[in-house]
């Protein structure tokens, strides 16, 4: 689920305030960071009151939990797509490969396409997510992905325990780094090679 914040009102007029609120949290991340992320400010962007978006949301935590479940869902949207123009070599282990390499694409563009839920899901304010991280779509997909690599013999079975933790935090640092750090310069084919080469050494290193 793709929540844009530029969909606020309109959400909210087809009568879904719960969904138009989360959208409006993701739109005051992105300026003003997760700290920002508070009902009240969220019913001011809907154009409700607060009592309204109280009725959806206890508190600015209850609120920024949903706000980072959007974002994983972000993810999760952005892998299944990625993983569905993947080619087929008729390799499994190629194959199963592959679409491990689309994940780690679609993590680094849903963070440039998705800031203010990237930075709101990831965020130095730390406040839990609605939902335990084993049951994140997008963290199921990665495990389901390094899963596939021991079934086709490409990842020594050995070699899985903690696997997951390793290629998530290569792929998230570089995220970090070009979404708020010394590569948000990069032009855009110099990124791309970059996140290939990180997937690389994930590849070769697993």
Same mark, same amino acid.
């Given at each position: 689920?793709?929540?844009?914040? !530029?969909?606020?009102?309109? =959400?909210?007029?087809?009568?879904?305030? $719960?969904?138009?609120?989360?959208?409006?949290?993701?739109? &005051?991340?992105?300026?003003? @960071?997760? %700290?920002?992320?508070?009902?009240?400010?969220?019913?001011? /962007?809907?154009?409700? =009151?607060? !009592?309204?978006?109280?009725?959806?949301?206890?508190?600015? *935590?209850?609120?920024?939990?949903?706000?980072?479940?959007?974002?994983?869902?972000?993810?999760?949207? @952005?892998? +299944?797509?990625?993983?569905?123009?993947?080619? =087929?070599?008729?390799?499994?282990? /190629?194959?199963? &490969?592959?679409?491990?390499?689309?994940? %780690?694409?679609?993590? &680094?563009?849903?963070?440039?396409?998705?800031? %203010?839920?990237?930075? !709101?899901?990831? @965020? *130095?304010?730390? =406040?839990?997510?609605?939902?335990? $991280? /084993?049951?994140?779509?997008?963290?199921l997909m990665l495990n389901?992905?390094?899963? *596939?690599?021991?079934?086709?013999?490409?990842?020594?079975? /050995?070699? +899985?325990?903690?696997?997951?933790?390793?290629?998530?935090?290569?792929?998230?640092?570089?995220a970090r780094l070009v979404?708020?750090?010394?590569?948000? @310069? &990069?032009?855009?084919?110099?990124?791309?090679?970059v996140l290939q080469r !990180?997937?690389?050494?994930?590849? $070769?290193?697993?």
């Amino acid at each position: 689920m793709m929540v844009r914040a !530029t969909t606020a009102r309109a =959400t909210y007029h087809h009568g879904d305030l $719960r969904n138009a609120l989360i959208a409006a949290g993701a739109k &005051l991340a992105e300026k003003g @960071g997760p %700290g920002a992320v508070g009902v009240r400010a969220a019913a001011r /962007e809907v154009g409700v =009151t607060p !009592t309204a978006a109280y009725r959806h949301f206890a508190n600015a *935590e209850a609120l920024q939990g949903a706000v980072k479940n959007s974002a994983f869902d972000a993810l999760a949207d @952005g892998m +299944r797509a990625e993983m569905a123009t993947v080619d =087929t070599s008729g390799d499994d282990a /190629e194959d199963a &490969l592959r679409r491990l390499y689309a994940i %780690g694409r679609a993590y &680094l563009r849903v963070a440039l396409a998705e800031p %203010g839920l990237f930075r !709101t899901a990831f @965020g *130095e304010e730390a =406040t839990p997510p609605a939902r335990p $991280r /084993e049951e994140d779509p997008y963290f199921l997909m990665l495990n389901r992905g390094l899963d *596939e690599l021991v079934a086709t013999g490409y990842l020594p079975e /050995e070699r +899985r325990p903690l696997a997951e933790f390793a290629a998530w935090s290569a792929v998230h640092g570089l995220a970090r780094l070009v979404l708020d750090g010394p590569l948000s @310069g &990069l032009p855009d084919d110099a990124r791309e090679a970059v996140l290939q080469r !990180t997937l690389d050494m994930v590849a $070769r290193g697993l």
